[in-house]
């Protein structure tokens, strides 16, 4: 059994194998991650392992150092504080005038076997619906379609690709699910806007959860903004519980 922090250090590694940036720079116990700018969380300082009590004067050195990298690439320097970050540093951030944003919610569940719903499939390669339907129900904009493909390319462990389709065969919700030391993450949920609160996010989940089952896993995580409950509710029902919070502190414009 894992002690608190060791459990989260273990889910942020999954996470960043799962999630990959398009290029990382590691520094002792930070690791900063670029994205050209697409998503918070490839494109944000985090730490590796628990960090404690470093002197200040170092600190202030280090983001300093690490604002620097962000804008000689034209990004906003964003730090993703977990509870592995030295909590100074959300201090230090603060003082500064480093605005706080987006809360975050980590949750795990133990996965049980089950009959797979019947609507739900997992391919182990994403296609042209895949694809489509996800860019369209997450919005994601067309400049940035180019980025998000070579993040998924970048996925070592192994991926699912999910697809949930209503009683008329059309798609409903899209999600990815990454498989890594017993682990499955389920990342980016969607589903159609305009078909919400009919299940098929409740199905998408559980066919991924079914899906890592089928692969040896024991234990699902997820990643869901704290503020979104209508979520959060659902994902306790499937047996989800909170590990961990982080937030985001990103430096003024």
């Known amino acids: 059994m894992l002690d608190p922090i060791g459990e989260v250090r273990l889910l942020e590694h999954l996470a960043f194998n799962a999630w990959p940036a398009l290029q990382t720079l590691v520094q002792d116990d930070w690791i900063l991650r670029f994205a050209d700018g697409y998503t918070k969380r490839a494109n944000s300082v985090n730490a590796l392992a628990a960090g404690r009590d470093t002197p200040l004067a170092v600190l202030e050195r280090r983001i300093a150092d690490a604002e620097a990298l962000y804008q000689r690439r034209c990004t906003r320097c964003v730090f993703r504080l977990t509870p592995l970050m030295d909590s100074q540093v959300g201090t230090l951030l603060q003082a500064r005038g480093w605005a706080a944003f987006d809360e975050t919610v980590v949750m795990v569940a133990d996965i049980a076997g089950g009959r797979p719903p019947t609507d739900v499939t997992v391919a182990a390669a994403r296609n042209d619906t895949w694809s489509t339907g996800y860019m369209t129900f997450n919005g994601v904009p067309r400049d940035r379609q180019a980025i998000h493909d070579r993040m998924l390319e970048a996925i070592v462990p192994e991926a699912g690709f999910a697809l949930s389709v209503d009683d008329a065969g ?84």
């Open 170 to 253: 059309e798609p409903a919700a899209f999600g990815l699910g990454v498989i890594e030391r017993r682990h499955v993450g389920l990342f980016d949920i969607v589903s159609d806007p305009a078909r919400r609160r009919a299940g098929h996010g409740q199905r998408l989940v559980e066919g991924l959860m079914s899906w890592g089952h089928a692969n040896n896993t024991t234990r699902a995580y997820l990643q869901v903004v704290a503020d979104n409950s209508r979520a959060i509710a659902l994902y306790h029902k499937l047996g989800f519980r909170e590990a961990y919070r982080y937030h985001y502190r990103a430096a003024p414009v």
